[in-house]
């Protein structure tokens, strides 16, 4: 048994303190120590993008990080999209052009469409292609999510807040 | 964009509510659930991050977590196995050889009777001789997945490596050595057909057109990796949670295997995060999972890491094609001959067995083609690399990138264009229904229609007449285009595993329908999704068969204890075995609950009218009950006595074994630009015209063939798992094993043609796998056309740049 170190951060806008060994990954920290399983692993080699979280506003890998390694940063993971009643207008748009199928690397999607359209108001077609090119859906054949994160961006252009 | 998930041409024109006017308790009349684009109910939980994969599920705190050692050899005897070091490690519970498993569960075995197929099992740890890189030896339990895994790094194993066998061509040398002791030769199977005018038609032909076709070896990787969870309950009783596509046919395997009773076993499966046919096997980590579980009375789960898939999860396509055809001056194939062979890898998997390509090869490649004579040799040979069985479109891919890339051949011989070649080779709609020269009847179809209507979306003629007149290099880049017709097995009932030799494999697949107090409608069915949708689609069946309204039926699967066996999901079955027998089912409780409405407004059944959830007189809709109302009648929840010779509640199960097979059918045609100069290849426009007789919801059906045509074009381009001559892997990682990203997939013309089933209940065919299967052959033939000036022989995939740049310069 390795030795175990404080951990602090924000996750979804809550303070969260744990103890966790070194080796913990950020992934499976959220998972299994915060419960918070929206977020999926599906390859451990940094490639699928299933794991991806905003790191500090920022869309990390979190199967390629250590949990003490990001102590102190602000993350924020798939549940942080929609309130009680409604979906997140990216959200709603995948809903709308059924741009999930299993759902297993949906999460990924969504939270790299989030972190484009805040830099990126008004994308065209390739520069959506190119911002979810790191992320690996198996079942959708990119079409749909591609349609959804551009009509996502006319949607929030229009005013409709996340 | 073109990508529209509405775009169905044609539609609309079938597809209305199945149910006719004037029967007893009839359905609702007009425009029904099916037949619409119904938004998904399985959306909101899955964008919250609500979805309940088995790795998301609540494990009680007590759970052990397993970890497996994995062989590096691709063949080696096991010498000695040192666990003392492994079991020492505080938090590891045990760690067990494959002795240790053999006392808990007999070794696993497919069950084929096919003549001359030789038996085979698998040990679900190894033991004595390891007979592929990634077959587990030995297995760790500790407290934690992370102790688990540290458990594994301490385990000693100590190999002798003997020398392995990978390709095809190996396998049947006379030294090779033996992969497994009972298959003789290396050889699993070898099945043979022939009809007696062959020799006649090679005879009379003016043309022999021949090509060897090779397909490289792939794997579905649904990123989402396999997992179990088996949780000990009371007095023995087992419940197993499991990333599995057939959960029935899971449950009775490990009864068998395990040797428990069936009745102590409960199969469970959660969110499935993609199966694509390879999580339709059944894996020894499953037996492993639910024997220890049962033997340290303990939770025990085991969730797969992407290695560990790529190595161990069942592969495919790894198939020889040698294909002759003997043609005429018009170009019609007067005979054809087959000679496949297919690596079935180092076991015959479960529960289909090594030969589910070799059968499905030999028999579907005839395809929409008039082929009246016809020969095959389909042989499954024994490798040390890993078990072959279930990926998306099976055989298919393969067979029909072999059977459309002969239609091109014949095309470049005799100077005619390919579409053409085609349709004078296909069975015309007016002479179906027709049975194809192996026996298998297609009802209903499309072929001609389906290729003229693509031709005319992809503006064929306009993309030859420029070929013609510019050439096919323009710009540094070499154009062509490809067409791939095809008839898409679906929804194959018992008699069409039979003829396979899947004598255990059942078929059939059960609903029940359960109007409950309230008089909302449960709707079971003997499935399981990985993301198609079923809780909508089947939904929309029930609804319009029921006359219930959509809101009010919620559809609950996956669950052993939950419905009546079947035979669950894979090989495109879900629409027509699961909506035939649901559509029986809600024709048996509409009746029911018409009977009892006409005994409480003092009716008679058939002058009942059922829709939209009410139940009313014929002509007099004011006197109407709610399903609620009907329903407190047969739950004694009202002062209206039972009528006589009614039992109590509305609950109604039935059956339904489809047909041999279900036949769908499309065409797909690509359009590609091979770099000159670095051989890639853009896809630049694709086409699909598909029909799968009536469309339950064009918008799901449209993301399957969508989700489809991306694995084929990674198929055709980009997948590749590479053994290298001592079977080590190369392709370990996504890194080397390479799917096509949202930059590789091109925006899709998709169009239906809805030619209704009338063999299978409710019109009905399969659509899971046609996008793969299209795919393939199309884009393949696409490069080839593309480099056709350049006299190269394109027979193989994937088509990597290395290769194609390696074809041109070598041209």
């Known amino acids: 048994m390795t030795d175990e170190y404080e951990v602090t951060v924000t996750v979804n806008g809550r303070n969260r303190a744990s103890r966790v060994e070194a080796r913990r990954l950020l992934a499976d920290f959220l998972r299994h120590d915060l419960g918070l399983t929206g977020t999926h692993i599906g390859c451990e080699q940094g490639v699928c993008g299933a794991c991806t979280v905003l790191l500090d506003g920022r869309t990390a890998r979190s199967c390629l990080h250590f949990a003490v390694a990001v102590d102190g940063s602000d993350i924020r993971t798939v549940e942080d999209l929609a309130d009680l009643d409604e979906l997140h207008p990216i959200q709603e748009m995948f809903h709308q052009k059924h741009a999930l199928q299993c759902g297993f690397c949906t999460p990924g999607f969504l939270l790299t469409a989030v972190e484009l359209l805040e830099s990126t108001p008004d994308p065209d077609e390739a520069t959506i292609r190119e911002a979810l090119m790191n992320n690996v859906c198996r079942c959708t054949g990119y079409a749909n999510i591609v349609d959804a994160v551009a009509e996502a961006a006319v949607q929030l252009r229009q005013g409709r807040q996340p | ?811």
């Open chain 2, 1 to 811: 964009m073109s990508g529209d998930p509405q775009g169905a041409v044609g539609q609309g024109a079938v597809g209305q509510g199945a149910v006719a006017q004037g029967t007893v308790g009839q359905g609702a009349v007009g425009r029904g659930a099916v037949g619409q684009s119904v938004l998904r109910r399985e959306d909101d939980y899955l964008l919250r991050g609500q979805g309940r994969f088995v790795d998301d599920l609540p494990a009680p705190l007590n759970t052990l977590h397993l970890a497996f050692v994995l062989s590096p050899y691709a063949h080696a005897r096991i010498l000695s196995i040192d666990v003392s070091e492994a079991r020492a490690l505080d938090g590891v519970v045990d760690v067990l050889t494959g002795t240790d498993l053999a006392a808990m569960v007999k070794p696993i075995a497919a069950q084929i009777e096919l003549p001359g197929y030789s038996f085979n099992t698998r040990d679900v740890l190894a033991i004595d001789e390891v007979r592929f890189a990634g077959e587990a030896v030995a297995v760790v339990v500790a407290e934690s997945a992370y102790l688990a895994e540290d458990g594994v790094e301490l385990v000693d194993v100590d190999y002798e490596p003997l020398p392995a066998l990978t390709e095809i061509g190996e396998a049947t040398d006379p030294d090779a050595p033996q992969v497994n002791p009972t298959v003789p030769g290396n050889v699993y199977y070898e099945g043979r057909f022939a009809t007696e005018g062959v020799d006649a038609g090679f005879e009379a032909a003016a043309h022999v057109i021949s090509e060897d076709f090779h397909s490289s070896r792939v794997t579905a990787v649904p990123i989402e990796p396999r997992g179990c969870l088996a949780v000990p309950e009371h007095a023995g009783n087992l419940v197993f949670y499991s990333s599995t596509q057939i959960h029935h046919l899971l449950r009775t395997a490990l009864a068998e295997f395990l040797d428990v009773a069936e009745s102590t076993l409960r199969v469970v499966v959660p969110d499935v995060g993609g199966g694509f046919g390879i999580k339709a096997a059944l894996y020894p980590e499953e037996f492993v999972c639910a024997a220890l579980a049962l033997r340290l009375r303990r939770p025990v789960k085991w969730i797969q890491d992407r290695y560990e898939a790529l190595l161990t999860d069942v592969h495919a396509r790894d198939n020889h094609y040698r294909v002759q055809a003997a043609v005429d001056d018009d170009g019609i194939v007067l005979a054809l001959k087959a000679e496949i062979r297919t690596n079935g890898g180092a076991y015959s998997a479960l529960p289909f067995g090594c030969t589910l390509e070799t059968t499905g090869g030999a028999r579907m490649i005839v395809g929409p083609y008039r082929i009246t004579e016809y020969t095959y040799t389909a042989t499954a040979v024994a490798t040390h690399t890993a078990p072959v069985l279930a990926y998306r479109g099976v055989a298919q891919p393969v067979c029909f990138m072999a059977i459309e890339g002969i239609m091109d051949r014949i095309a470049r011989r005799l100077e005619l264009d390919p579409a053409e070649v085609r349709l004078r080779n296909m069975v015309p709609t007016a002479e179906l229904p027709w049975t194809n020269i192996v026996g298998v009847r297609y009802d209903t179809g499309s072929f001609v229609e389906s290729l003229e209507q693509a031709m005319e979306m992809a503006n064929y003629d306009e993309f030859r007449a420029r070929q013609e007149a510019q050439g096919r290099l323009v710009d540094g880049k070499y154009r062509g285009i490809g067409i791939c017709t095809f008839t898409e097995v679906s929804g194959t009932g018992a008699p069409g595993w039979r003829a396979r030799g899947l004598t255990r494999l059942p078929g059939f697949d059960s609903g029940t329908i359960k109007v409950e107090p309230t008089g909302k409608v449960t709707a079971f069915v003997s499935h399981a999704h990985s993301g198609q949708g079923h809780f909508t689609t089947f939904a929309q069946v029930v609804a319009d068969e029921l006359g219930a309204r959509l809101e009010d039926v919620t559809v609950v699967e996956g669950d052993t204890a939950a419905g009546p066996y079947g035979t669950n999901t894979f090989a495109s079955r879900s629409a027509v075995t699961g909506g035939g027998a649901l559509i029986r089912a809600s024709e048996k409780a509409r009746l029911k609950l018409a009977r009892l409405a006409a005994a409480m407004l003092e009716s008679t059944p058939e002058d009942i009218v059922v829709a939209g959830g009410q139940l009313h007189v014929a002509g007099v809709p004011s006197r109407a009950l709610s399903f609620g109302e009907v329903a407190e009648t047969a739950y004694a929840m009202n002062t209206f006595d039972l009528p006589e010779g009614e039992s109590f509640g509305i609950e109604e199960t039935d059956f339904y074994d489809p047909p041999l097979v279900t036949m769908a059918n499309a065409t797909h045609i690509a359009q590609v630009a091979v770099d000159a100069g670095d051989g890639t290849v853009d896809i630049e426009g694709y086409t699909v015209v598909h029909d799968c007789g009536r469309v339950i919801n064009p918008m799901i059906v449209d993301g399957q063939v969508m989700g489809g045509v991306a694995q084929g074009i990674g198929e055709a381009l980009m997948e590749e798992f590479v053994y290298d001559a001592d079977g080590q892997v190369r392709t370990a990682t996504l890194a080397d094993y390479l799917l096509p990203s949202s930059v590789d997939v091109p925006n899709f013309q998709i169009a239906h043609i809805e030619s209704p089933s009338i063999d299978a209940v409710g019109g009905f065919k399969g659509v899971g796998e046609g996008g793969l299967i299209g795919a393939v052959p199309s884009i393949v033939n696409a490069v080839a056309d593309a480099l056709f000036d350049l006299g190269v022989n394109v027979n193989t995939k994937p088509l990597r740049p290395a290769l194609l740049s390696r074809l041109i310069r070598e041209a």
